[in-house]
Nanobody, 120 residues
């Protein structure tokens, strides 16, 4: 079982940037496709970005395409989400998870999440 710990969230003004990290421990995750998800207050958790196990293939939700970049460092067991040109609607709790890449369906456990607040 992989344990996931998200970090890097915070309060930022619209137009600003944040870099989120998702550190995995418990076993190597280098063969797992990974994804970032977010949950805004009062809304369901939604898909944000996905990356293949080797890091060569990525996919983004339309709402973040061109602004967010997902990457990974398998040597460090860490997945990143670089978020640029943040908007108020990006506010929420961000989570990472192992996924089935084709469907972007999260599987396995969630971390505690990291909170992102974008002020307009």
């Amino acid at each position: 079982q992989v344990q996931l710990v998200e970090s890097g969230g915070g309060l930022v003004q619209a137009g600003g940037s944040l870099r989120l990290s998702c550190a995995a421990s418990g076993r190597t995750f280098s063969t797992d496709a990974m994804g970032w998800f977010r949950q805004a207050p009062g809304k369901e958790r939604e898909f944000v970005a996905a990356i293949s196990w080797g890091g060569t293939v990525t996919h983004y939700a339309d709402s973040v395409k061109g602004r967010f970049t997902i990457s990974r460092d398998n040597a460090k067991n860490t997945v990143y989400l670089q978020m640029n040109n943040l908007k108020a609607e990006d506010t929420g709790d961000y989570y990472c998870s192992k996924i089935i890449y084709d469907s972007k369906r999260p599987i396995g456990s969630w971390g505690q999440g990291t909170q992102v607040t974008v002020s307009s």
